[in-house]
């Protein structure tokens, strides 16, 4: 998140809901807050790297599904 525009974030919830996240996971999650903060002219915010954990977590269940 360094050198991301960013709001007040809520790290101990975030924490909690990537518990068992690898790196290269998280790292996904933020990157794709990042594009979405973007479009939508906004900081990074916890409400928008909610909703990138939950559309990977989606992506990653739809992969494990066509395997």
């Known amino acids: 998140m360094k050198d991301?525009?960013?709001?007040?974030?809520?790290?101990?919830?975030?924490?909690?809901?990537?518990?068992?996240?690898?790196?290269?996971?998280?790292?996904?999650?933020?990157?794709?807050a990042a594009r979405e903060a973007l479009g939508i002219r906004k900081q990074i915010s916890t409400e928008i790297l909610l909703k990138s954990i939950l559309k990977?977590?989606?992506l990653t269940i739809l992969k494990s599904l066509n395997k």
């Open 4 to 32: 991301r525009p960013q709001s007040e974030i809520d790290f101990v919830h975030l924490a909690e809901q990537t518990e068992c996240y690898t790196f290269a996971e998280i790292e996904l999650v933020v990157n794709e």
């Open 56 to 58: 990977t977590n989606q």
